[in-house]
C-alpha cells in the first residue's frame, strides 16, 4: 500500500506541473501623410468645379459698391488630409489672362471692354488670390479643409457693351 500511496503522490505532482510560455506580438501601423479630395468626381482630366456667377444687371457703376459672387456647387469642395499636412491652392489667369490679383470677363465682341474682377478665398474677401500664386496652409485638426471661391467686381466707371461676360479659371491643389 505505501508503494501505492508514493505513486499516486508522484503522480499528483507531476499532474499538477504545468508549463507555460509567454510569447509577444507586436502590433504597428504607419500612417502616412496623404490627402483625398472630397465633393468632385475624380476622373481624368479637369473636374467642373462649379460657377462664380455675378448675375445680371444693366450697370457696372453702383456707388453703393461691387457685385459679389461665391462658388455654386452641388457639393463646396473640401480637402480632406491628415492634421497639420501643409496644402497649396493656385488659380491661374484664365482664359483671358490676367495680372496681380485681377482677371477679365470677356465677351464675344471684340470691340467690348473686358470686365476686370478678382477672386479671394475668404467670404469677407480679405484673401485675395494672385494670378498663379500659390496660397499655402496647413490642415487644421479637423481633418478638412474647404476650398471656397469668392468673386468681386468692383464699381466700373464705364458702362460695358451689352453681352455675355465669362472667365474660364483652372484651380490646383496640392498637398
Known sequence: M?????LAVMGA??????????LQVEVRIDVQRGCQLVGTTRTAGIEQLGVLDFGSGPRLDDPAGPLSAALISQ???????N???PYQMRVDGGLHGGVGE?????TATPSS???PYRIYADAARLIPLPVDVPV???VPDTGSVDLPLYGRIEPLKDVPAVGRYSDLLKVTVTW
Do not use: H
Open 136 to 138: 499655402s496652409g496647413r
Open 113 to 115: 471692354k473686358p470686365i
Open 75 to 81: 457639393r463646396q469642395p473640401r480637402l480632406e488630409c
Open 102 to 106: 485681377v482677371r477679365y470677363l470677356v
Open 83 to 85: 492634421p497639420d499636412t
Open 2 to 6: 505505501k508503494g501505492s500511496a508514493v
Open 13 to 22: 505532482m507531476l499532474y499538477n506541473t504545468a508549463s507555460a510560455a509567454q
